[in-house]
């Protein structure tokens, strides 16, 4: 665990858990979890929860770290629940994604719903059903949607996307595959999906590639329209989330790694650039930054402008002095280039052209 300490600073240490205090292996046994590989860890009411093969075990409620019956002759609500899935086909489970119907078990060929009757999630009351029979890929999990979840399946050569909505403990839930009408766009290798259910949007990607795969959706009155895409980035991806309405994405560039966010809602009060109507927005450029470090030399007369990064090989770099709208298109030497004139007290926006 990590454990922040009253100074700012962290600690990284083994977690003790807790011993058992009554009973014996017989009438408070260990966790089914001892002994197998665990395949994912999660927090579910307040319970932390452990995937084991086709186990699923939580924790004492609000004790974490207590996998024991409080007695040995009763049980209590708030005991640690232990439960496994079944099915005619081997479910072993692999991650698991919370609901307002329960709690979704993800294994590789089935979905189940781990539920319960009653307000109180006991282990008296919980119960596991099955709740669908698709293939998902175990190393990309699931990720919501708001009301729904969309997870991913493999084939040889390609991956497809599927949303699980209607998620219910009375009645089977809805399946739709998002990428039914480009069955062969994705490609195999992808193994990073992020979403954002503000924004409306499946984003999918391979770590060590440039190229993003994008689903955005509007949904009104039941009916969907939809469009996938393609982003390509300035390097490689290593990781991607969304914040609100912003799109973040981790890539490296030779030597370099930079954090670069996108923001999917552009405020017409805020932007950088004024437009003939009036209206203000921001540039459309990757890897933008707003007046960077620059010097003159009056006897060249020339701005030298230091980028805070060194140049991306193979791009295309624009600077765009909003005072005037001039747009340049320099020679980069390693981090910096040089405009004609002095343009110091000017606002000046640099990035690489889409």
Known sequence: QIVRDSDGSFRYEPVTYNDRTVGDDETNPLPSFVGKKISNLFFYRNRL?????????????????????????????????????????PAILKYARSTSAGLVLFGERDQFLLSTDGDVLSPTTAKVNTLSSFECDAEVEAESLGTTMAFVAKTPLFTRVYELGDISNERAPTMGENTAIVPEFIPSSA????????QSIISIGTSGADKLYQYRFLTQEDKRVSSWYTWTLTGNLLHQFFDQSTFY???????????NSFDLTQANESGFLTLP??????????????????????TEDETTITLPYTHLTGSTLAAIDTNDGAVYYPEVSGSTFTIDGDIRGDDIVVGYIY
């Open 49 to 89: 929860g452990f995937l084991a093969g086709d186990s699923v075990v939580l924790s004492k409620a609000g004790d974490f770290f207590n996998f024991f019956a409080t007695s040995a002759v009763q049980a209590v609500a708030d005991d640690p629940i232990d439960i496994s899935a079944s099915s005619t086909r």
């Open 191 to 198: 193994d990073s999906m992020t979403t954002s259910s503000t």
């Open 249 to 259: 994405a981790v890539i490296t560039s030779g030597d370099q790694v930079f954090v």
């Open 277 to 298: 109507t009036g209206e203000k927005t921001d540039v459309c450029l990757d890897h933008w930054v707003v007046n960077p470090e620059a010097s003159y030399d009056d």
